[in-house]
């Protein structure tokens, strides 16, 4: 995956371009992952975030010994890898709550959760509230944008005549008029 090497190169330019070894990364005083271990790591929790991810799986994303890959994962995120993984489930099922009307449980299957109660228990604890609680409050929050945007076609209200927010009028006599509500 991350650990490609272009086949045109020559065997010996190999050796120069590989990264180190855990024996070379230990003896440098080096704790911490790379830059491009990272960028692997997080792209492949991203790829998998909908299904199981053991560390084992991670450990061999990295190719470090998983005995070290713990700690170099917790000096390198500031978290546990079980953490970072719900973390990145969670910030996931924020977005499906916010652009999508699908319910909790499908959101919880796509997010790689066994059930709904976990997701609801881990975004609880997270987030403060429930999932549907903080979804209603985030669309609460957006309401009036969308609003200030689209009008209010169902009422048929101009766009504009929320208080506060400009007003945009056509006349006859000129094509386009802003004024403040009041």
């Known amino acids: 995956m991350c650990d490609m090497i272009n086949a045109t190169q020559s065997p010996l330019s190999q050796f120069s ?3 180190p070894t ?7 005083g080096r704790e911490v992952m790379a830059p491009w271990q990272a960028r692997c790591i997080q792209a492949y929790i991203a790829l998998n ?3 199981t991810i053991r560390v084992m799986d991670l450990v061999r994303v990295v190719r470090f010994a998983p005995n ?3 700690r170099v994962f917790k000096k390198t995120f500031d978290c546990t890898p079980h953490q970072y ?6 910030a996931r099922a924020r977005m499906l709550l916010l652009e999508t009307d699908d319910s909790l449980s499908r959101i919880a299957t796509a997010c790689g959760f066994g059930t ?3 997701l609801s228990n881990l975004f609880r604890k997270m987030m403060g509230q429930p999932p549907g ?11 009036p944008l969308q609003l200030a945007i689209t009008g209010y076609p169902h009422l048929n209200v101009p766009m504009g005549l929320v208080r506060g927010l400009p007003v945009v009028c056509r006349s006859v006599s000129s094509p386009r008029t ?5």
């Open 85 to 90: 993984v719900m973390r990145v489930r969670i």
């Open 178 to 182: 802003t004024r403040t509500a009041h």
């Open 49 to 51: 975030v909908h299904s």
């Open 17 to 19: 371009d590989q990264a």
């Open 68 to 70: 070290r890959f713990d």
């Open 22 to 28: 855990d024996s070379e990364m230990i003896a440098s």
């Open 116 to 118: 709904q109660s976990h």
């Open 133 to 143: 609680k903080w979804r209603r409050a985030q669309s609460m929050k957006t309401l």
